[in-house]
Nanobody, 134 residues
Framework: QVQLVESGGGSVQAGGTLKLSCEYS????????MGWFRQTPRKEREVVAA????????YYADSVRGRTTISQDKAKNTIYLQMNNLGPEDTGMYYC???????????????????????????WGQGTQVSVAS
């Protein structure tokens, strides 16, 4: 059993930054792949970023690549999502998720993380709301 507790959401102006945190505990074997997903009333839950901790292959959604970083602090049992230059399109409920393993594909000699989907993940946090005003 994995417990995930998100924090760090809030309301910001466009162009602002937020750093979301996900404190995890339990179920070590189910934390080989961790990710952040976003959901809004109009869209299904979709991946924002995911990776195989620590320091393994990383996946970013096209909409956030270059301005978002997923990371881990093992000493604090915490996963982070640093988001910069936020826009209204980033508004949504953000969920932390954990899985037994990621899906990978070898491309051009590099192990890459396949596009993560919600069904890949076994455990979910309760979510933290992000609201970005234009």
């Amino acid at each position: 059993q994995v417990q995930l507790v998100e924090s760090g959401g809030g309301s910001v102006q466009a162009g602002g930054t937020l750093k979301l945190s996900c404190e995890y505990s339990g179920g070590t074997s189910f934390r080989n792949c961790m990710g952040w997903f976003r959901q809004t009333p109009r869209k299904e839950r979709e991946v924002v970023a995911a990776f195989k901790p620590p320091g393994g292959p990383t996946y970013y959604a096209d909409s956030v690549r270059g301005r978002t970083t997923i990371s881990q602090d093992k000493a604090k049992n915490t996963i982070y999502l640093q988001m910069n230059n936020l826009g209204p399109e980033d508004t949504g409920m953000y969920y932390c998720a954990a899985a037994r393993q990621c899906r990978f594909t070898m491309r051009t000699g590099t192990l890459q993380l396949d596009h993560p989907v919600p069904d890949d993940f076994n455990y979910w946090g309760q979510g933290t709301q992000v609201s970005v005003a234009s």
